[in-house]
């Protein structure tokens, strides 16, 4: 195998060779404006933009770009042809960020398209029924806001942004979303056995910022982690910060990025493990936390990004599979 690990149960250790602006906003902004109050000098039509790699792979008339997320069929280019205009931003955002939620957030475009003025579902989640193919996105909506105008018969993308309201800690731990978040260290609390679990867990848990982790797009970070079952975001943020200090004890750990792997529940959480680990997934699709994984994997590889994991329980399973989706659908290295 190209890439390399210790187990060291349970937690999976492995360094690989794996960095979008950080924007935010705190409401679903649509914007119905007169289009020459909205635009800058600079936009495109999307049959210019698609000209660009990192869109035209995303359809399946373009054999020569792998990804490891299913592709969109190349009529649906063609029809955003007819319809969407890019601002630079909106343009530069997509560009960079990686192949699964790049083509989350097209998805959200064709949905503007099709309907502008339809009312945000973001925030609702799909049927119990849907939610069992786990390839499937359990949300409605995308966790990103989509800024646009609607320009006679078009439509015009001004920005993508982060949603701030989804991308944080939730009284209810499935409605979290998986995501990439930067954890800043609060303090060097250290371990001590003779501590009581409450206030050791208090001693840890004030090491980390678990209030308020910085969603990211990328991995900048020196080390990362990915949290397993029955984890909310809060939880996850200092769990895995001290699963880091445990593994990497020669390194300096000032901050980290987490892949946020959100609890459904413990039923739904060992159905998603059968699915990424066993026959089931190669059938029906492995995770959709997989295929994020496989393309954050990805995108850092393609930068020469070196980071440290820590992959602790059910992340370890979804870790292992997104290296093997990589390898077998782009066949390059994780180095």
């Not at 003779?194 to 090491?207: C, H, I, V, W």
Request: proline letters at 4%.
């Amino acid at each position: 195998m190209p890439w390399h690990a210790k187990i060291s149960s349970p937690i999976l250790r492995v360094q690989i060779l794996g960095t979008l602006k950080e924007e935010s906003c705190h409401a679903r902004c649509f914007f119905r404006k007169r289009a020459a109050l909205l635009l800058t000098p600079w936009s495109a039509g999307w049959k210019d933009a698609v000209q660009y790699p990192e869109l035209s792979k995303l359809f399946d008339n373009d054999t020569q770009r792998p990804m490891t997320v299913k592709k969109l069929p190349a009529k649906l280019s063609a029809w955003l042809e007819t319809r969407v205009k890019l601002k630079h931003q909106a343009f530069q955002m997509l560009c960079s960020l990686n192949d699964f939620d790049r083509l989350k957030v097209v998805e959200e475009i064709v949905s503007i398209c099709k309907n502008p003025s339809a009312p945000d579902v973001s925030v609702q989640r799909k049927n119990a029924f849907q939610r069992l193919r786990r390839s499937q996105y359990p949300f409605k909506g995308y966790h990103y806001l989509v800024m646009f105008a609607v320009e006679g018969p078009n439509i015009v993308v001004n920005d993508v942004l982060f949603d701030k309201r989804l991308l944080s800690s939730q009284e209810a731990s499935n409605m979290e979303r998986n995501a990439l978040y930067r954890v800043k260290r609060n303090g060097y609390a250290a371990f001590d056995p003779s501590k009581g679990d409450s206030e050791l867990a208090d001693k840890l848990a004030d090491n980390w910022d678990n209030l308020t982790p910085q969603p990211v797009h990328r991995i900048e970070t020196r080390h990362a982690a990915i949290n397993g079952m029955l984890n909310g975001l809060s939880k996850a943020t200092w769990l895995m910060g001290t699963h880091l200090e445990t593994a990497y004890k020669g390194h300096r750990i000032d901050d980290y990025t987490l892949f946020h792997n959100p609890s459904e529940s413990a039923k739904e959480d060992l159905l998603e493990c059968a699915f990424d680990k066993r026959a089931a997934g190669r059938i029906h699709g492995f995770s959709h936390n997989v295929h994020h994984l496989a393309a954050v994997l990805n995108e850092a590889q393609q930068r020469g990004q070196q980071t440290h994991w820590v992959a602790h329980s059910q992340g370890a399973i979804i870790f292992a599979r997104a290296v093997r989706v990589h390898l077998k659908e782009i066949g390059t290295p994780l180095n």
